[in-house]
């Protein structure tokens, strides 16, 4: 079996990948495997971190502006399109995969349509409740459009060949235990709490989340990872203004961007993030309390809808960006971890919400495509 696999930008597109070559590579040892990506995009650090091999192409999008600087850089933008589309069709020729699958980004765009144009068959996966554009545009042609959530059907073209799936885990995921990682990571029997913004960072998660991370600097109470993302390197610093070096606190791990976030997560009591589709999997899967802060900045509010299913089945709390300050963050890690009935109904709630079969769907709708193509 030789796969294509096209997705990246950021680790809500790229994880799924990852998450479905693993899947691949268990059930196929032999299969061979291949990502296309992003140049210069997180994707060319993570996919070979995994241990899979990545080409590149570049491509980026365009700006919703009718400004001259926008309009200028759109024209340089169609330029890369037309340069991405012959970069992806080179690979795919070269490569010759029996299928290829996307799981969106800019990226995914100019591979997967090249990919139809060639007549490989492909399948695409969409992971939130609100269909990007470039699922939308790849979907007519897909031999399959996985689903994480029914509610994406409803947005899309009728005539697509739908299958519910459910968001793609990496096993790392599902098999991650919390003695063990807190005994990895060193913890002791304090609460440890778990909070990032994205691989890029959120400002105002790093502005609120910096007090009681100063706090727990100070006085030892919690122990806490923190991922301040890639525009956040002013961070540290912050927290040393507000009297926590984190380099002479032991119980303080601060960091541009989390590699093992398996470990981290499975470890964590309590976490403190953005309501992406597939770090919510994550957090259902592995049955974990937490504060969800949506992104305002999303199509279609979809961020904020995601976090209230979770706090509709008791699962999360939810804080929205126009309402967060130090405070408010602070006295909800507080109330979580000092209730201890309240910390295991938020974790039975998440773990009643799980698909975690997704990995088996996804690789059976694969091998599925696959069979017809032989017919």
């Not at 770090?279 to 049955?287: C, H, P, R, Y």
Request: glycine share 8%; hydrophobic share 40%; aromatic share 4%.
């Amino acid at each position: 079996m030789r796969v294509l696999l096209a997705g990246g930008g950021t680790a809500g597109h790229i994880n799924p990948a990852i998450a479905i070559a693993q899947s691949i590579r268990q059930h196929c040892a032999d299969a061979q495997i291949l990502f296309v990506g992003n140049e210069g995009g997180l994707e060319q650090r993570l996919v070979p971190g995994a241990g899979f091999d990545i080409k590149t192409v570049s491509i980026r999008g365009f700006q919703r502006s009718l400004r001259p600087r926008a309009i200028v850089r759109n024209v340089g933008t169609v330029f890369k399109a037309v340069s991405a589309s012959s970069a992806a069709k080179k690979i795919i020729r070269e490569f010759s995969p029996d299928i290829c699958v996307g799981t969106g980004g800019y990226v995914s765009g100019p591979v997967i349509q090249a990919a139809q144009k060639l007549g490989i068959p492909t399948v695409i996966h969409e992971q939130n409740a609100y269909p990007g554009v470039t699922t939308k545009m790849l979907s007519k042609k897909a031999k399959r459009v996985m689903l994480a959530m029914d509610a994406a059907r409803s947005r899309m073209d009728s005539g697509c060949n739908f299958v519910l799936t459910g968001n793609p885990v990496r096993p790392q995921i599902i098999l991650a235990d919390k003695e063990k990682a807190r005994q990895t990571l060193g913890l002791d029997s304090r609460p440890m709490v778990l909070s990032f913004g994205g691989s890029m960072g959120a400002r105002k998660i790093n502005e609120s989340v910096a007090s009681v991370i100063a706090r727990s600097g100070k006085d030892g109470r919690y122990q806490h990872i923190h991922a301040y993302g890639q525009y956040g390197k002013w961070f540290p610093d912050l927290l040393r203004e507000k009297g926590a070096d984190p380099d002479k606190c032991s119980n303080l791990d601060i960091r541009e961007y989390i590699d093992n976030m398996d470990v981290c997560l499975a470890a964590a009591d309590v976490v403190v993030c953005r309501c992406g589709a597939i770090t919510l999997s994550e957090i259902q899967i592995m049955g974990k309390p937490s504060v969800l802060i949506p992104s305002p900045n999303v199509a279609e509010n979809h961020q904020y809808h995601n976090a209230m299913a979770l706090v509709e089945r008791k699962a999360a709390s939810v804080i929205e960006e126009k309402d967060l300050t130090d405070e408010k963050l602070t006295a909800e890690i507080d109330r979580l971890l000092s209730d201890e009935a309240l910390l295991a109904e938020y974790a039975a709630g998440a773990k009643s919400m799980a698909i975690d079969d997704a990995n088996e769907r996804i690789f059976a709708v694969i091998t599925e495509v696959l069979a017809e193509e032989k017919k």
